[in-house]
């Protein structure tokens, strides 16, 4: 079955330490999206890519990096510059390209502070 | 750049009558308004969408409503059973924005038997 896969589901980060959240899909699809969950609140935008080898900050960029080396692959890393980590994060895809096209998400990590 | 609302936040209902969740947006220019519901511990799953040619939508029990004019979307669902008890979000999204969605802040649903 096509979809979006994100591992660990669950992940826990000591103090200093950069972290990596995993996001494959097989949907072919050209687009694809990280976001923060808190609790009670809506989903924000980390980073996002249209294309292998070109991503842009969203709306919360800082303290996370992202590369995307291959269109199926788009990981995100937590950096020791994140001081407030402890969220659900999202991966998603769509078409790029074809209007107005539906987001499809992963079921998401849970990142914890140790 | 594109605010949504989102209303209620929390909403109950007993088995049987309707739930209406309200959303609003602040740029005319979007043009795509989907609605997705998550469900503890999973990703949000799209359950309906509108296009702003459209004036409502509907899928069984679910419909979505949109007043370009007004800039509001609404979510209906009828009928209601356990199973449609999840945090419910509405998003928008604007032609030139990359696929960017801006998503309200979610509802609450809880069908009570």
């Known amino acids: 079955d096509g979809g979006i896969t994100q591992s660990p589901k669950y992940l826990f980060r000591k103090e200093g330490q950069n972290v990596t959240l995993s996001c494959e899909q097989n949907?072919?699809?050209?687009?694809m999206y990280w976001y923060r969950q808190d609790p009670g609140q809506g989903l924000r935008l980390i980073y996002y890519?249209?294309?292998?080898?070109?991503?842009q900050k969203g709306d919360i960029a800082e303290g996370y990096s992202v590369s995307r080396e291959k269109k199926e692959s788009f990981p995100l890393t937590v950096t020791s510059a994140q001081k407030n980590p402890t969220a659900f994060y999202l991966c998603?895809?769509?078409?790029?390209?074809?209007?107005?096209?539906?987001?499809?998400f992963g079921d998401g990590t849970r990142l914890s502070i140790l | 750049g594109e605010n949504v609302e989102q209303h209620p936040s929390t909403l109950s209902v007993q088995e049987g009558d309707s739930a209406v969740i309200k959303c609003t947006y602040s740029?005319?220019?979007?043009?795509?308004f989907p609605w997705y519901k998550q469900e503890l511990g999973k990703g949000p799953q799209l359950i309906i969408d509108?296009?702003?040619?459209?004036g409502e939508k509907k899928d069984q029990r679910i419909a979505v409503t949109l007043n370009k004019t007004a800039k509001h979307f609404s979510l209906h669902i009828t009928e209601t059973q356990p199973e449609d008890s999840a945090v419910y979000f509405c998003?928008?999204?604007?032609?030139?924005?990359?696929?960017?969605?801006?998503f309200g802040a979610g509802t609450q649903v809880v069908v009570t038997p």
């Open positions: 509108i296009r702003s040619n459209v």
């Open positions: 998603a895809s769509t078409h790029r390209g074809l209007d107005n096209q539906p987001q499809h």
């Open positions: 740029d005319s220019a979007s043009n795509y």
């Open positions: 998003a928008a999204r604007t032609a030139d924005s990359w696929g960017k969605l801006q």
């Open positions: 890519s249209q294309i292998v080898n070109d991503f």
């Open positions: 949907l072919n699809h050209d687009a």
